[in-house]
């Protein structure tokens, strides 16, 4: 399978990396539009050929698919250029910038019988499959709410805000888990640094049965943190993704709600051990890279197919208008 990366970028490097190195693939060409980065990548990886010619890439019958690591206003021009011309498509988070776009790059990858998947990086986290498993095994109890944290100082962008920079790992972990897209969304953020670019977001996700989550954005926080909690009747879990091997809390707590309510009933907590559990890891960028490289291989859909990255655009679109209207609540069709 010959595969070509496209922007070799802060990101793009590290899919260079990873799929330079896995066995199944052969990575033959990176395109970058910057000179000093072709350098670069010429430098490290000598056998991989480097160019700055996209059309011409496209034009290679030898190349399977390509890996789209550029920034996200040009995700869909050159997502829909590679499917029209019979490639298979990896594209980094998020989709696009816009649901219209991401319906009609799923079309186009279902017209050609093609893989498109989105890189929804945590989808393929060790951490966060542990965490499916237990929601679906019913150890958690019901699940009553998630909230997830990201924030950190920097990196300060000025082509997008921190919600459409930050959030789509956090939408696209909350979905996954839930197995639903929310039916209502609002946020609230400010700009402190760059007018018109919130540098901070707060956002609410309202489930249509009563489950709701809420995430805090910010590059502009003295703390780094990258932490998912989820909150169930039984039992409460913690993913802390900055940990560095104790990366899994699992609280036996919970706060049992009475069978009949009168005069003097009180609610029952309960506090029991914090257990950590053992955890098989391994690179999720890399478990990423092996998927899509399975999937096209096989023929398989993705875990995180178009219609993946198509739902956590959705929601960020909602998320985007509830900015523009100070907080009111957008739904989601």
Not at 133 to 153: F, T
Request: proline share 5%.
């Amino acid at each position: 399978m010959n595969i070509a990366c496209v922007g070799a970028g802060y990101w793009g490097k590290n899919l260079v990396r990873v799929f330079h190195d896995l066995p199944e693939v052969h990575l033959s060409q990176v395109c970058d539009a910057d000179p000093k980065i072709r350098a670069a990548i010429q430098q490290q990886y000598p056998e991989i050929q480097t160019g700055a010619d996209y059309d011409l890439l496209l034009a290679d019958e030898s190349i399977d698919g390509v890996v789209l690591a550029v920034p996200a206003v040009h995700h869909y021009a050159l997502a829909r250029k590679a499917l029209e011309q019979g490639k298979h498509v990896y594209i980094e988070k998020p989709m696009t910038l816009n649901s219209t776009d991401a319906e009609h790059l799923i079309e186009l990858a279902e017209e050609h019988d093609r893989v498109l998947m989105v890189g929804h990086l945590l989808e393929y986290h060790p951490a966060v499959q542990m965490l499916r498993r237990l929601i679906e095994s019913g150890e958690l109890g019901e699940l009553y709410y998630l909230y997830a944290q990201r924030v950190n100082l920097g990196i300060v962008r000025k082509d997008e805000n921190a919600l459409w920079s930050l959030a789509p790992h956090d939408i696209s972990v909350i979905l996954h888990l839930l197995g639903q897209k929310p039916d209502a969304v609002s946020a609230r953020g400010e700009c402190y640094l760059q007018p018109g670019i919130e540098d901070v977001v707060f956002a609410n996700l309202h489930f249509a049965d009563g489950k709701m989550a809420q995430l805090q954005l910010s590059w502009l926080d003295p703390h780094r943190i990258r932490r998912l909690t989820v909150v169930g009747s039984r039992k409460m879990v913690v993913f802390d993704d900055v940990e560095s091997t104790e990366k899994v809390r699992i609280y036996d707590k919970s706060a049992e709600r009475p069978e009949y309510d009168s005069y003097g009933d009180s609610i029952s907590l309960r506090f029991g051990d914090v257990v950590i559990p053992r955890l098989e890891m391994a690179e999720p960028l890399k478990l990423e890279c092996q998927h899509f490289a399975e999937c096209v291989r096989n023929g398989q859909t993705p875990l995180s197919d178009g219609r993946d990255g198509l739902r956590v655009v959705q929601v960020l679109e909602a998320a985007q208008a509830s900015l523009r209207q100070n907080g009111a609540p957008v739904q989601i069709s």
